[in-house]
């Protein structure tokens, strides 16, 4: 079975400061991976995806992430954090083949934004 | 509208008592899941569905029971066997009919609290 660790559980980053959430996948033969994000008591929303081809991806709210087999990563970056960029986000992997499959979540990491 | 709904978005069960969540899509939709969130876990696979009269168990699925009797819905029960039922519950649908690598589209979320 696939797994996802996110090694982060907290990170807090300056408004206008840089960031990248750290996603790391077992091994799969093509891997689907997917970012979402989640604020307070609300559902997830998606961020982006890879499936195949370029593997910088680019999400909405300015968000992108690389996909690297070599390292079994796909780490989330946003080159400059807003305050309402603050919630929990997660890396997900797609398992599973035609009736089997299924999305698998990481623990999440938890972003705060400082003023 | 299209999209995922929960009901209620909060609810209290007495201990030994049997509650079922709701979960409605409009999206056509045919595989569906049940995800469990707990501060720090992440979120857990309970059921999923990737077609209608059928179900399968995903990681946690001791002490919760679904049915999937229509496309659009998929309700799950949280019997008096499920030991610590406090959580957040999330449900998901995805495009399915065996097309892997979809991404999840996700509902509010329903609290359940044990009283």
């Known amino acids: 079975a696939q797994s996802v660790t996110q090694p982060d559980i907290h990170i807090t980053v300056s408004e206008g400061a840089s960031l990248e959430l750290r996603c790391n996948y077992s091994?799969?033969?093509?891997?689907?991976l997917f970012w979402y994000v989640q604020s307070p008591g609300q559902g997830l929303q998606l961020l982006l995806k890879y499936f195949s081809g370029d593997t910088l991806v680019q999400g909405i709210k300015g968000f992108e992430a690389e996909f690297k087999r070599s390292q079994s990563s796909f780490n989330l970056r946003k080159p400059s954090v807003h305050w309402s960029d603050a919630a929990e986000y997660f890396c997900a992997v797609g398992e599973g083949m035609d009736s089997s499959y299924k999305l698998i979540f990481g623990s999440g990491t938890r972003l705060l934004v400082r003023p | 509208d299209g999209g995922i709904t929960q009901s209620p978005k909060y609810l209290f069960r007495k201990e030994g008592q049997n509650v079922t969540l709701s979960c409605e899509q409009n999206?056509?939709?045919?595989?569906m899941y049940w995800y469990r969130q707990d501060p720090g876990q992440g979120l857990r696979l309970i059921y999923y569905s990737q077609i209608v009269n059928d179900f399968q168990k995903g990681d946690i699925a001791e002490g919760y029971s679904v049915s999937r009797e229509k496309k659009e819905s998929f309700p799950l029960t949280v019997t008096s066997a499920q030991k610590n039922p406090t959580a957040f519950y999330l449900c998901?649908?995805?495009?399915?009919?065996?097309?892997?690598?979809?991404?999840?589209?996700f509902g509010q979320g329903t609290r359940l609290t044990v009283v």
């Open positions: 091994y799969g033969a093509t891997p689907y």
């Open positions: 998901a649908s995805s495009i399915g009919r065996g097309r892997i690598g979809t991404e999840a589209f």
């Open positions: 999206l056509n939709h045919d595989a």
